[in-house]
């Protein structure tokens, strides 16, 4: 009951800024923390920075000092600023939702493909 979508991918040189943004909607009550994942070829779909309600943050290791999360709660919308993007950054970047009402859900957004160029 909970629907994600995220834009703001695209093409960048190594080096260079994106903002990624998820905007959620339908039973947001829901939700009590949000975040971001990313997927590379060939590779399994890892945490990138998760936002909890209380303001809590958490970073993979790989990006801590370059990208940050914030949000807009006026919006339900959850955000990724990304800087000095490298082309290891390069993935399919999922917006994630994670609700404890009731029981553990995960809700998920289609993706937005990020290509980082050299």
């Known amino acids: 009951q909970v629907q994600l979508v995220e834009s703001g991918g695209g093409l960048v040189q190594a080096g260079g800024s994106l903002r990624l943004s998820c905007a959620a909607s339908?039973?947001?009550?829901?939700?009590?923390?949000m975040g971001w994942y990313r997927q590379a070829p060939g590779k399994q779909r890892d945490l990138v920075a998760t936002?909890?309600?209380?303001?809590?943050?958490n970073y993979a290791d790989s990006v801590k000092g370059r990208f940050t999360i914030s949000r807009d709660n006026a919006k339900n919308t959850v955000y990724l600023q990304m800087n000095s993007l490298k082309p290891e950054d390069t993935a399919d970047y999922y917006c994630?939702?994670?609700?404890?009402?009731?029981?553990?859900?995960?809700?998920w957004g289609r993706g937005t493909q990020v290509t980082v160029s050299s």
């Open positions: 936002l909890s309600n209380s303001g809590t943050t």
């Open positions: 339908g039973s947001t009550y829901r939700i009590n923390a």
């Open positions: 994630n939702a994670h609700s404890i009402l009731y029981w553990p859900t995960d809700y």
